[in-house]
């Protein structure tokens, strides 16, 4: 007894040591510091490394993740490395490659999604997320906008994540994508993310000049080499930075329930790019009406509706079956790069500097439950629009009254503008419907002339969740 009075205080000691170590063990004490996160249950998750996150080559990044199911990189890092075998791969195109180069070096990848694109616009799903590589090089060809809007809309993903080698600078185009559902979009190594549904920003994240987008520029806050690792599960999105331990340096999370569109199955193309139209050459034969009323300056633009003869070319009643047919992009360019762009070459008439073209289209629905109308149009010079023997739109062109011997602005080739015409729905009808239009060059020498149209309108809808 007198030895354990001697050392009680020793036992004691003792004791509450044991205790205290058995209590660090039960509750494990974090030892990896705040970078570190708790990752939840997946969907799918993939690498991607950016131009400027490339420090280390791509082969020395999947060495190090193999974990990883897949990888992407813009198409220059990857080229740098031929003989690396790439079954997990998925190139960025960023022009460093022609298309012919492209579909020879990746002959893997999904055929030909979009014509004339080679295997350079693709997409695939994993999980519940769609990944859409674009081309960012023809970024303004509007069949590849169309063949996006598709692709989501036919099988509709929680996810939707667009790869891009070069940031589109046209708010139009990140509008479509929000509209579209599109979520995140990767361009080089500047994460863009769909501002309603960032539940969590990065110690860096930016607006953008882009109504609804935010941006994470990934290699102003980390100078170290870096990969991103991107991650979802049922409703939640997460893109982190890791540095080459795979630890997280910092992340940004989404939650899609929490995104409210209109549906994008809503809009519809009644007329569609790249359709069969019936065209002609302006000329002083071709009889033009100046309705009444109708001010010739254009200083007080008539407001009512007004008729148009038959006879009138813009009439739907027209009898239009002497002129040509063809199928657009209509036009003539001097250059070998706009050339490939037309499908129906025209003659360069030193005679007048204008065509007319014309199409009758089926109206299913009723103009009362149609919210929006929208004109979607590439061209060159100017133009004039007429949708059932009225006008509904002009731009690069002088108002008032128009011959076919009239000259446009001069101005540079506009591809794929969206022009919201909302006050024109009234001109619609159930049932057939015809749409006539003029474009004029800025010269009767010019060597440009470039139309293509597609009219498209969107249901009424309320807003929903997803």
């Known amino acids: 007894m007198s030895v354990l009075k001697s050392y009680k205080l020793f036992w004691i000691t003792m004791a509450m040591v044991l205790v205290i170590t058995g209590l660090s063990f039960a509750t494990q004490i974090p030892t990896q510091g705040a970078k570190e996160w708790s990752r939840p249950a997946v969907s799918f998750t993939f690498g991607y490394v950016g131009g400027e996150s490339g420090k280390l080559d791509i082969s020395e990044w999947m060495k190090r993740t193999q974990g990883t199911p897949f990888f992407a990189a813009p198409d220059a890092l990857f080229a740098e490395n031929p003989q690396m075998p790439a079954p997990n791969f998925y190139p960025v195109y960023d022009g460093s490659n022609s298309i012919e180069q492209w579909d020879t070096a990746y002959g893997t990848l999904p055929a030909e999604m979009l014509a004339g694109y080679g295997r350079s616009v693709y997409t695939f799903d994993y999980g519940n997320a769609r990944f859409l590589f674009l081309n960012a090089t023809k970024i303004d060809d509007p069949r590849q906008m169309e063949w996006l809007r598709g692709t989501v809309k036919n099988n509709q993903q929680v996810h939707n994540v667009v790869l891009l080698g070069e940031e589109p600078k046209s708010a139009a ?212 629009a007429y949708l059932n023997g009225e006008e509904i739109y002009r731009d690069a062109i002088r108002t008032g009254l128009v011959q076919h011997s009239s000259l446009a602005e001069v101005g540079e080739w506009t591809f794929y503008r969206r022009i919201p015409i909302k006050n024109q729905i009234s001109r619609l009808k159930q049932g057939v419907n015809t749409l006539a239009v003029e474009v004029h060059r800025a010269h009767p020498k010019s060597p440009n002339l470039f139309f293509d149209l597609s009219l498209s309108y969107e249901k009424k809808a309320g807003e929903q969740a997803r």
């Open 173 to 384: 185009f990140w509008a479509d994508l929000r509209e579209i559902g599109v979520n995140v979009v990767l361009v080089q190594d500047t994460v863009y993310a769909l501002e309603q549904v960032v539940s969590q920003q990065t110690a860096e994240y930016k607006p953008t000049a882009y109504e609804g987008w935010g941006m994470w520029q990934v290699s102003e806050q980390v100078g170290e080499p870096h990969m991103l690792r991107v991650e979802g599960n049922e409703n939640k999105l997460f893109v982190v930075a890791v540095d080459q331990n795979g630890d997280a340096i910092d992340r940004l999370e989404q939650d899609v329930s929490k995104m409210v569109f209109t549906d994008p199955l809503l809009e519809r193309a009644a007329v569609s790019m790249q359709s069969v139209w019936r065209f002609t050459p302006g000329r002083g034969d071709i009889k033009a009406v100046i309705p009444e009323g109708f001010d010739v300056t254009g200083e007080y633009p008539i407001t009512q509706p007004y008729n148009l003869p038959p006879d009138d070319w813009r009439h739907p009643e027209y009898d239009d079956n002497a002129w040509q047919i063809g199928r657009g992009p209509f036009g003539h360019a001097k250059e070998r790069t706009y050339r490939e762009r037309i499908e129906t070459k025209l003659p360069n008439d030193m005679e007048s500097p204008s065509y007319y073209f014309r199409k009758t289209f089926v109206l299913d629905d009723d103009p009362a439950q149609i919210e929006n109308l929208l004109l979607h149009i590439s061209f060159e010079d100017g133009f004039i």
